[in-house]
């Protein structure tokens, strides 16, 4: 156990850092647990505030601003639940005795692109796409002829999401790839973004592992899941993979997890090419894909994760039959005023939905779930997605 952690009793508070639709089932999971859940975002009403008891609203790349909320709060644990951290101020908060889910140390090095990757490919010696990394559109230029080539992906350092993505097939769009990625970075932060190589992939997965506070670990079934622009929109449970493929996962998971300290849930992506398990991304807290365990399983990934940082026992998994979800997403800008079709989505067969109650909307953005079972895959996954199509958000 590690020694620097609480002893395996609730705490009264957790203080949650980002409070998207990931830290409202986090709230929801902490409530059902008697926790006190203070959740802090840069926009008012965002979902994680409308089931906590308290919230703030603040940038949290604002450092001092940070500390004076976690001065205020006392919170027993600090979950972050977003990329835009000053970790630096999560790492001076862990020393000084405020533990960080999994660990000031996870966190930093996961929510940093190229952190990650020099770890995992240079240290670990671990299969990654190729990458590099450019501070100028001179420097994009020059690595995608020189060093990456074509097609290639540029991303921003600083988000594991679609925003600040896009696929480069040639020199005549790197300008605009770099806009793209750079409106991404953080103020104050010299511009930077990262060049990885385009993988031909079969398919793409996401491996959920718990690792407990005495150190065992428990892997998840794989999870595959189909991407947009770089963002997930549906994601299924189990996914087929091959028995090999999945070994090959687990291992590479398991090397790096040695690297990376703390309790919890971790979410790790790879490419599947037929010949090749290539790490992709790494998530130090449940994974958006991992919505799917809503209705996969008990306890769900939200669940998993206060249990392993808390100390909690996890006697077993149950798993339900095969599950989907698919994203619904809003298609225009503006403020949310109501949801429609909601009647007719739960007419589809086990059917459950899950809207987030963003107040805005804009063009792709993330505004529910559609979650449904089935005999198989394939049938959950028809079953999620024609409910998801059923529900059309209005914006003002």
Known sequence: MDANLPSPNLPSTILLLGAGELGRELAIAAHNLGIRVVAVDRYDRAPAMQVAHESEVLSLLDGAALRRVVERVRPDYIIPEMEAIRTETLAELEAEGIPVAPSAEATTLTLNREAI???VALELGIRTPVFAVADSPEELRRVCDETVGYPCVVKSLWTSSGRGQSVVTGPARLDQAWVFAAEEGRPGVPQRVLVEEFIEFRAEITLLVVRERDGRITFLPPIGHRQEMGAYRESWMPAAVEAGELDEAERVSRRILERLPGPGVFGFEFYLTGTEVVFSELSARPHDTGLVTLCSQ???????HLRALLGLPIPGIRYRTPAASAVILARGDGEVLRYEGVDRAFQVETAQIRLFGKPTGYPL???????????????????????????????D
Do not use: K, Y
């Not at 008990?298 to 998993?304: G, H, K, M, S």
């Not at 529910?368 to 394939?378: F, I, Y």
């Open 117 to 119: 990757r020099r770890a």
């Open 298 to 304: 008990d306890p769900n990934q939200f669940e998993l």
């Open 365 to 395: 953005r993330r505004m529910g779930v559609a979650l449904a079972n089935g005999e198989t895959v394939e049938e959950a996954r028809a079953r999620s997605l024609e409910a998801a199509g059923r529900i059309e958000v209005r914006l």
